[in-house]
């Protein structure tokens, strides 16, 4: 079986659990949208403020989003034991690592999508500008923060692991694509979506060393 | 392939001459298995020949679980080394997940996934036959629930799923550990059935159990006690 | 191949006793050197002033941070390919170590910054990068300290050395992106593109210096993580009836030996 199909199972599994518990959807599109008036209540009311940091609020709240997509989708491997049947079973480990990745990936682009209306809500901030860019800022961060996830979502199983690799590992990791992914949006949502192309570079190369690195190394982190 | 202590270097303690691994269904040398600082398998050395249906038995905190796990790769030698169906522990792991099969501790379900569909990913997953799904949990008798999630199913009804999983496959090696552990007396006959037929085309079976009832199938029994083989505490020989 | 062994035995001859002894005089020496050099012998900077001369520690400091965490990333990669136990440990150790200095070039980097800029942070690119960098160690040695089975550990470790490393770079260059969009270009530390050649000469100096101070650091702690894995030993070997010679690593005693 070739390492797409095994990559497709996998995330057609996680995908119909999600759909199943409605876990992303009961719990982090709240968790997110609660975030996101909060920072805006507490930035205050000032209509120019509130427009310029929308874009940044808006890849904060996926962040701490993605951190809990993962913390579900390893739980769910790790409730019954499921995750040793993944390291027992005859298959390149690589896909576990890439199907939750692609599986969290889809979820967090929808939680985007609605992040993004939220925020043209709360915050005032007009819809116009290049919707190309703004499409390719959300899916090439989304899959950053897929790959991260992906990877580290393994070390939380226990909760000292959780307090320990998540604030020091996932969240510096992730800053290129908190960056490059708040500045194209910014860019592409003001109409200067040309200028945004070196920030959507950035975000490639991000997404290939972490696909590539992570696909080279998850298995050693799944053996015992 | 060659491991790093200078130990291993040595034969095994007993005075037969070990079979030689091509032929053996699991040899080991002198494995030690060490969490933290408290080991769980102390300097193990068995030779298991092919088609063998081996009961092991012993106390808990014995090693049996530990020792399983170790055959089947789902943890390493802290120190010492060996082979399973011909393949070393370190370097042949893909090997040997091919050919065996684990009934361990964990069921390994996903809970909101129904029985059936978790049946059918584990035998998409490992190359099974998806048709054999369905009987598979007739045999278990898991007809009429195999629809509902597993979240609310019994501890009898997971552990009948872990064991139809294992008839999915036809693994050379076949591994069970307490498999009988919360199921009634049908499904006790299924788990010997699935160990009979195992046996009977030339597999090997490795089961341990505390249930002094069952076991009767097999041909060699190994004790343990606090990660060691031990021999027969009740001193007879036993077939 | 011989790289590898000559490398090895170099390493042998460090770590030894004696080694570690020359190395420990020699670091000291140079050190006092450059403190000699910095603080008499070099002219205050034209502009800056007397706290221009935190650069003779800052730059070898930040120099070290990323060479340590790079000694980390190759430790790493090997212990996965060769799982060696003495690759982990080297990371370990080069961890520890790279922590300090990373700390030091964070915190004279402030103390410069303070009278040069005005304030204490100003989101300077490098020193930015080194923050982050700072947080990744500190995770990395967190990390560490989870599982239980030492060979765990170092997959774990190795696992976050070499994602963690590849990042940097990535990070460096968003936050100077990032940085120059909002404000202009300010007073850089090292701001003149010609230094004087006293000065230059006493950098290099201190590099040296620093570097000799982190490798007699690398040696006391690797040193310590044998005696840590040489305990471990000894509280297992009477449980399972192994002589402590043989739980110790074998490759831990060719070390030893060389």
């Known amino acids: ?224 | 392939m060659a491991p790093s202590s200078p130990s291993n270097a040595l034969l095994s303690a007993t005075n037969d001459p070990p079979i030689p691994a091509e032929n053996a269904a699991v040899s080991l040398s002198r494995v030690t298995r060490v969490f933290g600082v408290t080991p769980a398998l102390v300097r193990v050395d068995l030779e298991v020949p092919r088609g063998e249906v081996l009961l092991v038995r012993g106390p808990n905190g014995a090693g049996k679980s530990t020792l399983l796990a170790v055959l089947a790769t789902a943890l390493s030698p802290t120190y010492g080394s060996g082979a399973v169906l011909g393949f070393p522990l370190d370097r042949g792991r893909d090997e040997i997940r091919r050919r065996t099969e684990l009934i361990g501790h964990a069921t390994r379900l996903y809970e909101d996934l129904s029985g059936r569909e978790n049946l059918r990913f584990w035998a998409r997953l490992t190359g099974a036959d998806d048709a054999r799904v369905d009987a598979a949990l007739e045999i278990v008798g898991l007809g009429a629930a195999a629809d509902d999630r597993v979240r609310g199913y019994s501890q009898g009804m997971r552990q009948r799923v872990a064991v139809a999983r294992a008839t999915l496959r036809e693994p050379d090696l076949l591994l069970l550990d307490e498999p009988y552990a919360g199921l009634d007396d049908e499904a006790k006959e299924a788990v010997d059935g699935l160990v009979a037929r195992t046996a009977a085309r030339g597999a090997t079976v490795v089961l341990a159990t505390h249930d002094p009832t069952r076991g009767g199938a097999a041909g060699r029994t190994l004790y343990m006690d606090a990660g060691r083989i031990v021999p027969d505490p009740t001193g007879g020989v036993r077939r | 191949m011989k790289i590898a062994a000559g490398g090895e035995r170099l390493m042998g001859r460090m770590t030894a006793r004696t080694g570690e002894k020359v190395l420990g005089w020699a670091s000291l020496v140079a050190v006092a050197f450059t403190l000699v050099m910095s603080l008499i012998v070099v002219p205050p900077d034209a502009s800056q002033g007397d706290v221009q001369r935190l650069m003779y520690v800052h730059v070898p400091a930040a120099w070290l941070a990323y060479l340590s965490f790079f000694v980390v990333f190759v430790a790493s990669i090997a212990y996965l390919v060769t799982r060696r136990i003495r690759w982990d440990r080297l990371a370990a150790a080069s961890a520890e170590v790279g922590v300090l200095f990373t700390v030091l070039t964070i915190g004279l980097g402030m103390l410069w910054g303070k009278p040069v800029w005005g304030a204490w942070w100003t989101w300077d690119p490098r020193l930015t990068t080194t923050a982050i960098l700072l947080l990744l160690y500190l995770g990395y040695l967190a990390v560490r300290r989870l599982p239980e089975s030492p060979a765990r550990r170092a997959r774990w470790a190795a696992v976050i050395g070499i994602v963690a490393f590849l990042d940097v770079p990535i990070v460096q260059l968003s936050v100077t992106w990032w940085r120059s969009l909002h404000q202009g270009p300010t007073v850089r530390l090292l701001g003149e593109s010609t230094i004087a050649p006293i000065m230059l000469t006493t950098l290099l100096i201190a590099l040296g210096a620093f570097t000799l101070l982190y490798c007699y650091l690398l040696v006391l702690r690797l040193r310590v993580g044998r005696l840590e894995e040489r305990a471990v030993a000894e509280a297992l070997s009477p449980r399972i009836g192994v002589p402590v010679a043989e739980v110790v690593d074998e490759g831990e005693e060719a070390v030893a030996r060389g």
Do not use: N
């Open chain 1, 1 to 224: 079986m070739t390492l797409v199909r095994q990559v497709g199972m996998i995330a057609a599994k996680d995908l119909r659990i999600e759909v199943r518990g409605r876990h992303a959807f009961g719990t982090i599109l709240p968790f997110a949208a609660t975030l996101l008036v909060a920072f805006g209540l507490s930035i205050g009311p000032g209509r120019t403020l509130l427009q310029q940091t929308a874009p940044g609020l808006l890849w904060l709240a996926m962040l701490f989003a993605s951190v809990l997509a993962f913390r579900r989708s390893y739980e769910s491997e790790g409730e019954d034991g499921a995750l040793e049947g993944l390291l027992l079973a005859p298959i390149d480990k690589a896909a576990v690592f890439l199907g939750k990745a692609a599986a969290v990936a889809l979820q967090l682009v929808v939680l985007w999508v609605a992040l993004l209306l939220l925020v043209a809500a709360l915050f005032d901030v007009s819809l116009g500008g290049d919707a190309g860019v703004v499409v390719a800022a959300c899916l090439l961060g989304t899959i950053g923060l897929a790959a991260v996830g992906s990877l580290f979502g393994v070390l939380t199983e226990s909760p000292r692991a959780r307090e320990a690799v998540v604030p020091l590992l996932v969240l510096p990791l992730a800053v290129p694509v908190l960056l490059s992914g708040v500045k194209a949006t910014s860019l592409a949502l003001a109409g200067l979506g040309s200028q945004a192309s070196g920030w959507l570079g950035l975000l490639v190369a991000f997404d290939v060393v972490f696909l590539s690195a992570g696909t080279l190394v998850f298995e050693h982190l799944l053996e015992d």
